[in-house]
């Protein structure tokens, strides 16, 4: 093949990421032969200038190495060859990066020397400044297809060359990673957006294009611009419509509730349903329903994707149920959560003293997009009072802890909205543990299935079988990036142990290592209070800020708690509410699951022996 014919070929596989990254096309040529070739030849234009701080000690936002021009041509933004390829001296993900730093020979001091700190220290000094600092000089980039693991985001840090471009709000050039996918391998791209002459500095922004807020961006450059924010006023306000709709794709609402449905009877007293999901197909025995095939045929519809079409469902088929209610999000995805459950902290919204937000079962969370200022401004508050500051951070709507980090540097934290929505909630820090033999004590969650039978009145139950999770390691408040340490869910890896503690066994155990709060009495009362209040919230507004009635609908959702010590209580502290949960564990612990579970949804089954009644007298 030609020269023509191979660049066409480069650009058909590489045009929609030069263009997704704002390449100029005058670049595009230069760059496939500098890539063809592996050109890296940014030491003819540029020169690697350290800083000498005259024996003062320097402030770690302080740079310890610049780039510069010194070409005596310049450098100018309408010549083709003004492309430069930055190689990375180190890609990681952050749970091995701890690993990385130990065991790749000459990555510890390389990072040390790049970041300027003395390669004579100790190695556990060295590491812990890296692991602290890097966040100061880390890229990021995902991939756009294959596994949701695969599209995780991976970190990187650029080279000496890359990592001396320091921060300008008026840059003179911009860097872009970039996939060479016949290699399979991340470069960065360095080019000007405007001429730079002889001996100027080149810079970059290195916050482009997160915000067009002047405010969220003096805090999202906290790492390397100092600021303060601890005027500002860390109180959230409930955000308008707008907010509950913003990239959720509208669903309708039946016109009329009807306030009975009468099922389809051809004949056959079963109910008739359709179900995605592998475990009902194979667990629903009761003879009470069938499963069918075509949906056609179905009272009830089962589905794992989101459903939308309420009003059409009550046009099309008034009498089928689906199990699913209508922006039922505003429970499962993790912002929409928090500021539906503030509505329960009353008339105070914090302690004074302690900082402390209400309700107390709800985790102070913000949201690292619409809330930063108030999070910084919230941060910067502990800081001063000298009060514990760890904090979670989670995408929005992701579980399983992917792309979820622990940390209590807020530069950390700042940099994590580079990679997609997220949001902060304060880290349990003194949670109650479980003593396990052969490990000692360690974290643990609760999960608890929650049916919501109606919204108008609210009518909700807990399946009294509740499920544990474990961690595999002994829990301290450190070694934030151990994820058997500090996680609970294990089942997602062939790999790694899973414990397998059934409630009754736990409910024994649990009154051995806590005789003096005892579950029945003190802890799970408290669990069902709060499950109620979080329902009352969920409903207590309009659509699209609360969950819509509709009569054909019921749902299953997971809740997922932990207990915090708070002073001398244990108080249950609400995680997340999952929608289409995983189900096998319950399956394969007690068989009738699912048979519970529809005869209480659908045949108004509410045998106290097996739900808790969460509305019992509320209505």
């Known amino acids: ?187 960065t791209l360095m080019f000007p957006i405007r001429d730079a002459d002889y001996e100027d500095e080149v810079t970059r922004d290195f916050v482009e294009g997160q915000t067009n807020s002047k405010q969220n961006r003096r805090a999202l450059l906290l790492p390397w611009v100092d600021a303060s924010f601890f005027k500002e006023s860390f109180l959230q306000t409930e955000p308008d419509d707008d907010y509950f709709l913003a990239g959720h794709v509208r669903e309708t609402i039946p016109e009329e509730i009807n306030s009975e449905i009468i099922l389809r009877n051809d004949g056959n007293t079963k109910l008739k349903v359709f179900s995605h999901y592998t475990y009902v197909n194979d667990y629903l025995t009761d003879p009470a329903f069938e499963i069918v095939n075509n949906e056609e045929d179905a009272d009830i519809l089962w589905y794992t994707s989101h459903f939308k079409e309420y009003k059409e469902l009550s046009i099309r088929s008034p009498h089928v149920f689906v199990n699913q209610f209508p922006f039922e999000n505003v429970l499962t995805i993790k912002d929409l959560l928090s500021i539906v459950c503030r509505r329960k902290a009353g008339e105070k919204p914090y302690d004074p003293d302690t900082l402390e937000t209400y309700p107390r079962w709800l985790p102070t969370t913000y949201n690292l997009h619409t809330e930063l200022v108030q999070f910084v401004a919230y941060f910067e508050q502990r800081e001063s009072m000298d009060l514990e500051n760890h904090w979670i951070c989670k995408p929005w709507n992701l579980a399983r802890g992917l792309d979820t980090h622990v940390t209590k540097n807020l530069f950390h934290i700042l940099r994590l909205p580079s990679t997609g929505p997220k949001i902060a909630q304060k880290y349990i820090a003194a949670p109650v543990l479980y003593d396990r033999p052969e490990i000692g004590k360690v974290k643990f969650d609760v999960r608890y299935v929650v049916l919501l039978k109606s919204v108008k009145p609210l009518k909700a139950f807990a399946y009294k079988n509740f499920f544990l999770r474990f961690a595999n390691k002994e829990f301290a408040l450190n070694n934030f ?139």
């Open 1 to 187: 093949m030609d020269g023509i014919g191979l660049y066409n070929t480069f650009l058909q596989a590489h045009q929609p990421q030069l263009e997704s990254s704002g390449v100029p096309r005058i670049f595009w040529e230069t760059l496939f032969k500098k890539l063809q070739y592996q050109t890296f030849d940014s030491g003819l234009t540029f020169q690697l200038i350290q800083i000498d701080y005259d024996g003062a000690s320097r402030d770690p936002k302080d740079p310890v190495w610049k780039l510069f021009v010194s070409s005596e041509k310049g450098v100018s933004a309408q010549n083709s060859n003004n492309i430069y390829l930055i190689d990375h001296a180190w890609t990681y993900d952050t749970a091995n990066a701890r690993q990385n730093l130990s065991n790749i020979p000459g990555l510890l001091d390389r990072m040390c020397t790049l970041m300027g700190f003395d390669i004579q220290s100790e190695e556990n000094e060295k590491i812990e400044y890296v692991m602290n600092e890097m966040w100061r000089y880390n890229q990021s980039f995902s991939l756009s297809s294959g596994s949701i693991e695969d599209r995780m985001p991976i970190w990187y840090i650029m080279d000496e060359v890359g990592s001396a471009i320091n921060h300008s709000n008026d840059p003179n050039f911009r860097t872009v990673p970039f996939l060479y996918l016949p290699e399979g391998v991340t470069y």
């Open 481 to 619: 990036d151990v994820y058997e340490q500090h996680f609970t869910v294990m089942n997602y890896s062939e790999d790694i142990p899973l414990c397998h503690v059934k409630c009754a066994d736990f409910i024994s155990e649990w009154g051995r290592q806590y005789p003096d709060f005892s579950w029945s009495d003190q802890i799970e009362p408290k669990i069902l209070h709060m499950f109620r209040e979080v329902f009352e919230a969920a409903v207590a507004k309009k659509p699209p800020k609360g969950i819509a009635e509709s009569s054909q609908s019921r749902a299953v959702y997971a809740v997922d708690l932990m207990l915090e010590w708070k002073k001398e209580e244990m108080q249950p502290i609400l995680l997340e509410v999952n929608f289409s949960p995983d189900c096998k564990r319950a399956c394969e612990y007690y068989p009738n699951f699912y048979n519970d579970i529809f005869k209480c949804l659908f045949l108004d089954d509410d045998n106290p022996e097996t739900f808790h009644d969460l509305c019992s007298g509320c209505n």
